[in-house]
């Protein structure tokens, strides 16, 4: 992979990437090749894609920074479905009561929601993103590995039966 291209698609500055790939190297899983001033840097590894991210989930972080309520009339085109919500448009796990949509920043007054569902007819519950997970997938949709990894405190087994199928479909 190469890390010149990393910063622009990601939205981050070049220093960021550097000092990402260099926690990365600090696994000993990554390697950064390429040598020489201006010479294009590049993660190797030899792990497979599988192997990598078992090996990696003590590093991995929550991507969700909070969740909050909103009114169902309050979401926004640029929100992303997300949480349970998303693992039932990839699997078939049924969608849930409380629908869920991810952003990355509350631009909502304080006073429009709630830290706790208050009526499940008229909310809809909004998670705040560390990072936008579409800019993984390419997609509108979040990435696979993110969702995963947001819902890596459900226990409910329907949940990990889903997403366990939806990570054996990408490797």
């Known amino acids: 992979m190469l890390l010149s291209p990393l910063s622009k698609r990601f939205g981050v500055t070049a220093m960021t990437i550097t000092r990402a790939a260099d926690q ?17 840097k590049m993660l190797v590894t030899e792990c ?10 003590p590093y991995l972080i929550q991507p969700v920074r ?6 169902k009339e309050d979401v ?14 990839m699997s078939m ?4 009561t409380i629908q869920t949509w991810g952003t990355l920043k509350l631009f909502l007054k304080k ?14 519950a909004l998670q705040i993103w560390k990072y936008d997970p579409r800019n993984i997938s390419q997609t ?12 890596a405190e459900d226990e409910d087994e329907r949940t990990r039966q889903c997403l366990e199928e939806l990570t054996e479909r990408i490797w």
């Not at 990365?24 to 294009?40: M, P, Q, S, Y």
């Not at 992303?80 to 448009?89: K, M, N, Q, T, V």
């Not at 006073?111 to 809809?124: A, E, I, K, N």
């Not at 509108?140 to 819902?151: K, N, Q, W």
Request: charged letters at 20%.
């Open 24 to 40: 990365l190297c600090r696994t000993n899983l990554i390697k950064k090749v390429g040598t020489g001033v201006g010479a294009k």
């Open 140 to 151: 509108e949709r979040v990435d696979v590995l993110s969702l995963a990894l947001s819902l």
């Open 48 to 57: 497979t894609p599988k192997e990598l991210y078992q090996e990696m989930q």
């Open 66 to 71: 909070k969740t909050v309520y909103i009114s």
């Open 93 to 96: 796990l049924n969608p849930p």
């Open 111 to 124: 006073d429009s929601y709630t830290s706790s569902l208050l009526d499940s007819d008229r909310q809809c």
């Open 76 to 89: 926004q085109p640029e929100m992303f479905s997300a949480g349970l919500s998303a693992l039932s448009d």
